[in-house]
Structures are given as structure tokens and as C-alpha cells.
Nanobody
Framework: EVQLVESGGGLVQPGGSLRLSCAFS????????IGWFRQASGKEREGVFS????????WYADSVSGRFRISIDNAKNTVNLQMNSLKPEDTAIYYC?????????????????????WGRGTQVTVSS
């Protein structure tokens, strides 16, 4: 069983920055990826940014290009999402998730259906 816990959310003004962290624990015995997703009120959960265990592969949504960046610290089992130049439309609950590659006929870094374990989320609100 894998557990994921998000932190770092909060209220920020437009143009501001936040750094989200995802701490994961448990038996991560196989190769995996960690993804950040978000869900705004009344909308479906969407992919934001993902990274492979070795950091060699990343994926991100067009809407965050040039503003967000992701990093993984395998020694601390932590994935960080640095969010800059935040906009009101970035307001959502942000979730991190872990996906194992093995056994999947279909794998997409940005598709929530590829992910096996989820955290409970952290609220990000961008407002003046």
C-alpha cells in the first residue's frame, strides 16, 4: 500500500507563487511516476504535471507551461510542484498520485486513469 500526502496549498494573490509538496511512503517496489492533478469546482480532475521516478520523463499541461515546474527527491520520497505567476483559473484542489507502469496496456502521464494511488488533496486559491 502506498500513501501520499500533499502540503503547501493556500491563498495567494494573482501573480504570486506557491510550492506544493507530495510526500509518499509505503512499498514503492516497482518503477513508477508521480503526477499532480487538480480539480476545480464543478469540473473534472485534470492533469497538471507528472514526472517519472528517475526524473527522466516529464509531462505537463499546456496551461501551466513556463509557469510551473516539477522536481523529485528520491532520497526524501518527495515530489515538489513550484507554481509561479499564478492565475485565478489555477484555483482548485491539487492532488498528487502514483502510477505503476507494469501491467498497464495503456499509460498516459496526464490521464488520471493511469494512476493507482491518490492523496487527499490540498486547496489552492488564487484571488485578490
Amino acid at each position: 500500500e502506498v500513501q501520499l500526502v500533499e502540503s503547501g496549498g493556500g491563498l495567494v494573490q494573482p501573480g504570486g507563487s506557491l510550492r506544493l509538496s507530495c510526500a509518499f511512503s509505503g512499498e514503492t517496489f516497482d518503477d513508477y511516476a508521480i503526477g499532480w492533478f487538480r480539480q476545480a469546482s464543478g469540473k473534472e480532475r485534470e492533469g497538471v504535471f507528472s514526472i517519472s521516478k528517475d526524473g527522466g520523463a516529464t509531462w505537463y499541461a499546456d496551461s501551466v507551461s513556463g509557469r510551473f515546474r516539477i522536481s523529485i527527491d528520491n532520497a526524501k520520497n518527495t515530489v515538489n510542484l513550484q507554481m509561479n505567476s499564478l492565475k485565478p483559473e489555477d484555483t482548485a484542489i491539487y492532488y498528487c498520485a502514483l502510477a505503476y507502469y507494469r501491467g498497464k496496456r495503456y499509460f498516459d502521464y496526464g490521464d488520471r486513469r493511469s494512476y493507482d494511488y491518490w492523496g487527499r488533496g490540498t486547496q489552492v486559491t488564487v484571488s485578490s
